[in-house]
């Protein structure tokens, strides 16, 4: 029996919208960069291991995977995804690295044309151009409508396009590999980066902030968002998994109002109303233009 077509879509908008709270989690705990990809790997990793460990149909076979290359790729790409950005959060302004990580969706629609051939549609590209104008929007600006550059912005900009980048390729390879057990290789990333957090941190220094705030975001948030957005690969081309990831770079700003206070400017709101209006459009157009090819399928 044949999905819905949108269901790849709302697979990974429910991933995406997920994943919002995040940033808010990370600013609660008051932890530095190392120290959050220590706790956020470890207990990711934990999660996802312990998932597959229960879920798994063949355990022994989808260990033979890891030695492969796609899977290898994959833990690689998770651990730079995890270390990059916790350091990018917690070294520059927010709004700088999620403006780099919404680069995603063109990183997805270049990368599947090179690895799978897969020709991204007309609605696709005028949803990212869209979508990419609003947010340059709401991070643009201060409080009096200012505009200002300095290093710390730029810094956090490169650590988001680097996320965007290893985010993608991670979604494009999962779509070219579909029996890749989930669970394992992102838990196996998640793991190497905690490892790497807690040895260059310390053991004496992993509890100073507040370990609860970074617990929520890598037990919960941080598992069942990256599970949802990359089973979502699966069903849906990665340049529409990295398109609805775009929710959170909107989003994500009014959470750490609501949780630390920082009040979003009005560049946010207008850009935010560009995002999610572009994102309704490009739900109705494109369940509207497959749903009847795959009627009676």
């Known amino acids: 029996m044949s999905r819905h077509p949108l269901y790849g879509i709302f697979l990974a ?10 940033a808010m989690f990370m600013r609660l705990s008051e932890m530095d960069g190392f120290q959050m ?6 207990l990711m990793g934990s999660v996802m ?12 076979g989808d260990l033979a995977q890891l030695g492969t290359g796609a899977a290898g ?10 270390i990059l950005f916790s350091l990018g959060i917690a070294s520059a302004p927010a709004a700088a690295v999620l403006i780099g990580v919404a680069a995603v969706p063109v990183f997805s629609a270049l990368l599947s044309r090179v690895i799978l051939a897969e020709p991204t549609q007309v609605a696709t590209w005028a949803a990212m151009a869209a979508t990419i104008g609003g947010i340059a929007i709401a991070v643009s600006g201060g409080e009096d409508g200012e505009v200002t550059l300095n290093l710390r912005a730029l810094l956090g900009a490169a650590f988001g396009l680097a996320v965007a980048l290893v985010l993608a390729l991670n979604f494009t390879i999962l779509r070219a590999r579909p029996g890749l057990p989930i669970m394992l290789v992102i838990g196996v990333g998640a793991w190497l980066a905690g490892l790497t957090g807690l040895t260059i941190t310390g053991a ?3 509890t100073e902030g507040r370990p609860w705030a970074i617990i929520v ?3 919960v948030i941080m598992p069942v968002s990256f599970f949802t957005l990359s089973f979502a690969s699966r069903h849906t081309q990665a340049a529409n998994v990295s398109l609805m990831m775009l929710l ?7 959470w750490v109002w609501v949780g630390v206070g ?12 560009v995002v999610v209006g572009s994102l309704a459009i490009y739900l109705a157009v494109t369940g509207r233009g497959l749903r009847p090819k795959q009627a009676h399928g």
């Not at 908008?13 to 709270?21: E, N």
């Not at 790729?73 to 995890?82: E, G, P, R, T, Y």
């Not at 959170?248 to 009014?254: D, F, T």
Request: charged share 15%; net charge neutral.
């Open 13 to 22: 908008m429910a991933g995406a919208l997920f994943l919002t709270p995040d």
């Open 37 to 42: 990809v220590g706790w956020r790997g470890m």
């Open 49 to 60: 291991l312990f998932g597959w460990a229960v879920l798994s149909r063949d355990r022994r």
């Open 73 to 82: 790729a994959i833990i690689v790409c998770q651990l730079f995804n995890s």
């Open 204 to 206: 004496d220094a992993m």
């Open 217 to 219: 975001a890598g037990a």
């Open 248 to 254: 959170e770079v909107v989003l994500a700003p009014i």
């Open 262 to 273: 920082e009040r979003p400017t009005v560049n946010m709101a207008i850009g935010g109303a």
